[in-house]
């Protein structure tokens, strides 16, 4: 039978032990934009692994299935203490019912969410992080799963409040206009 074809690069990553391979991870992609884009967006297994940018990926409950090693590094829990639970477990506090409302309702409807989240390490400091949450469909079981990609921002957070509290904040930290009257 006739099968279309599909041009694409090929990687493939050896981990040797023992002067011996003991697995080898293919990751095969789409060289044509549009292929690409006709594909799931799955994050292959290497990637993910392999991933500066902490990731966590939960089923449509919002229960973990797994963390990348950035994920472990940023938040100081394993992945066996996060698989199988909800990632409310990270929550600081500093954030209300209103946000994580607001949160839901926009990766409902627009199937995506970004932006500044204070959640908890493992030893209990407060940090600021940067998150891309994206809802997708399993590409093997069809289920919908909810992707996080999230950047530990504390230190350029700090030092922007350290701006902020010593000198006269430029426009840039404003949230609404100032008011006509202020010069």
Partial sequence: PYAPSLAVSVQSLSIVEDNAVSIVHWVFRPTHPEAAQALDPQVTVVEFERASQCSFVTNANGVILRVNPAFTRVTGYSAEEAVGHNPRFLQSGLQDKAFYEDFWRELQVAGAWQGLMFNRRKNGEIY???????????????????????????????????RVQTNDPPNVYRTVPPPEDAA
């Fill in 128 to 162: 600021a992080e940067w998150a891309n949450v994206t809802s997708s469909t399993d590409a093997f079981s069809g289920s919908l799963v909810y992707k996080a990609v999230f950047h530990d921002v504390s230190q350029i957070a700090t030092a922007g409040m350290k």
